[in-house]
């Protein structure tokens, strides 16, 4: 423990909000860009299909799944795909943190569908093998809010009867995800890519267009949601064409940082770039005795969002350690999200950089000090 500030980073750090990126905005960039023109235009149109492009080559993703650009973030999107798919046949709802637990509310109270719900704790896992995939599943692969994550998808079936629905905000860009199980996946720009809020991303299998076409739900379909007409996809979704009006800045905002991943090596130096993340911040952990992770089991713990026990904290401390921190501009949002047990939250996905990271660790032993004094 010391009493002596650390040296401030030349950026600060962040936790699971907006992350810092390295990618700048240059006079060339928006001189190309689509600002201030329509979504509509032949350049508004050809920059929102550039990005879809983007995010299916970054992603790695199979020509068999389409990707869409919806409104409403990640909660939008997974809205999206529950209100329009969900009902066809029985569902198992799996929650583990605070968001998970949101589709659990949503199947239960709002579309009442009587579903299955498995739970566990903040820092651990439901048990997976016992998932019943006669029915549709919804899941996170990356618990924001309590930094559990699916192992991998071993224990999705290839056969499965049921959809696979994957809330995969606080994943994609940084974890290795076998599109060959997955359905349905959504995410928001604002997590790995560090982008702007507001817009979410659909990505749906072939499975999921079929059960599109072929499903009609009992209840009223917002004009947002709405993904077929005729018994039939709307292709314009997936290919720039969007539902409703798009910030042209948050789509230029979000190219910039994947021809950024894209010039660093694509997906594999982007998961790379997290996982260093992680392990830094994993031996500031062993390093302090008063450290522990949230995550006791390391094969389900993330590395994107990284959540920290404190001995003896509580609410209050975590509260006074946070601020600390952030009125000498060393560290911003780290303490835990308001429903998980105290602690922090580090965020280390793939646009923060590792030395970053590294210089976090003494600036934790300084707050320490302060208030363990």
């Given at each position: 423990?010391t009493?002596?500030k650390?040296?401030?980073?030349?950026?600060?750090?962040?936790?699971?909000g907006?992350?810092?990126?390295?990618?700048?905005?240059?006079?060339e960039?928006?001189?190309t860009?689509?600002l201030?023109?329509?979504?509509?235009?032949?350049?508004?149109?050809?920059?929102?299909a550039?990005?879809i492009?983007?995010m299916?080559?970054?992603?790695?993703l199979p020509?068999?799944?389409?990707?869409?650009i919806?409104?409403g973030?990640d909660?939008?999107?997974?809205?999206?795909?529950?209100?329009?798919m969900?009902?066809?046949?029985?569902?198992t709802?799996?929650?583990w943190?605070?968001?998970?637990?949101g589709?659990v509310?949503?199947?239960v109270?709002?579309?009442?569908?009587?579903p299955?719900?498995?739970?566990?704790?903040?820092?651990?896992?439901p048990d997976?093998?016992a998932?019943?995939?006669?029915?549709?599943?919804?899941?996170?692969?990356?618990?924001?809010?309590?930094g559990?994550?699916?192992?991998?998808?071993?224990w999705i079936p290839?056969t499965?009867e049921?959809?696979?629905?994957?809330?995969?905000?606080?994943?994609?860009?940084?974890?290795?995800?076998d599109w060959?199980k997955?359905?349905?996946?959504t995410?928001s720009?604002?997590?790995?890519l560090?982008?702007e809020?507001?817009?979410?991303v659909?990505?749906?299998?072939?499975?999921?267009?079929e059960?599109?076409e072929?499903?009609?739900?009992?209840?009223?379909?917002?004009?947002v949601?709405?993904?077929t007409?005729?018994?039939?996809?709307?292709?314009g979704?997936?290919?720039?064409?969007?539902i409703?009006?798009?910030?042209m800045?948050?789509?230029e905002?979000?190219i910039?940082s994947?021809?950024?991943?894209?010039?660093i090596?694509?997906a594999?130096?982007m998961?790379?770039r997290?996982d260093?993340?992680?392990?830094?911040?994993?031996?500031?952990v062993e390093?302090?005795?008063?450290?522990?992770h949230?995550?006791?089991d390391?094969a389900?713990?993330s590395?994107?969002?990284v959540?920290?026990t404190?001995?003896?904290a509580?609410?209050d401390?975590?509260?006074k350690?946070?601020?600390l921190?952030?009125?000498e501009?060393?560290?911003?949002d780290?303490a835990g999200?308001r429903?998980?047990?105290?602690?922090?939250?580090?965020?280390?996905g793939?646009?923060?950089?590792?030395a970053?990271i590294?210089?976090?660790?003494p600036?934790?032993?300084w707050?320490?000090a302060?208030?363990?004094?």
């Amino acid at each position: 423990m010391t009493d002596t500030k650390p040296t401030l980073p030349e950026r600060p750090f962040f936790s699971s909000g907006p992350c810092a990126k390295p990618p700048v905005w240059t006079p060339e960039i928006i001189e190309t860009a689509s600002l201030g023109r329509s979504h509509r235009s032949k350049i508004g149109k050809a920059r929102l299909a550039y990005c879809i492009d983007l995010m299916r080559e970054l992603l790695e993703l199979p020509e068999t799944h389409r990707i869409g650009i919806v409104p409403g973030s990640d909660t939008g999107a997974f809205e999206m795909a529950m209100w329009t798919m969900l009902g066809a046949r029985p569902v198992t709802t799996l929650a583990w943190e605070s968001f998970g637990q949101g589709w659990v509310t949503d199947a239960v109270k709002q579309l009442k569908i009587d579903p299955t719900v498995m739970t566990a704790d903040y820092g651990e896992i439901p048990d997976l093998s016992a998932v019943d995939w006669s029915n549709d599943v919804l899941f996170t692969w990356n618990g924001t809010t309590s930094g559990v994550r699916v192992p991998n998808a071993d224990w999705i079936p290839e056969t499965r009867e049921g959809l696979s629905f994957a809330d995969s905000t606080s994943a994609v860009f940084a974890q290795s995800i076998d599109w060959t199980k997955i359905d349905v996946a959504t995410f928001s720009w604002q997590k790995v890519l560090g982008g702007e809020g507001g817009h979410g991303v659909l990505i749906l299998g072939p499975r999921a267009v079929e059960r599109l076409e072929s499903y009609t739900p009992t209840w009223p379909l917002p004009k947002v949601f709405r993904l077929t007409k005729g018994g039939k996809l709307i292709e314009g979704v997936f290919k720039g064409e969007t539902i409703n009006t798009p910030s042209m800045l948050a789509v230029e905002d979000a190219i910039v940082s994947l021809e950024w991943a894209k010039q660093i090596g694509g997906a594999k130096a982007m998961k790379a770039r997290a996982d260093a993340n992680a392990a830094a911040l994993n031996k500031i952990v062993e390093d302090r005795s008063w450290l522990g992770h949230l995550v006791a089991d390391p094969a389900i713990r993330s590395n994107t969002s990284v959540c920290l026990t404190v001995e003896g904290a509580d609410t209050d401390f975590i509260k006074k350690f946070a601020k600390l921190l952030e009125d000498e501009g060393a560290a911003f949002d780290i303490a835990g999200y308001r429903d998980a047990p105290a602690g922090l939250r580090i965020w280390c996905g793939a646009t923060v950089n590792t030395a970053d990271i590294e210089a976090l660790g003494p600036w934790l032993d300084w707050a320490w000090a302060q208030l363990s004094a």
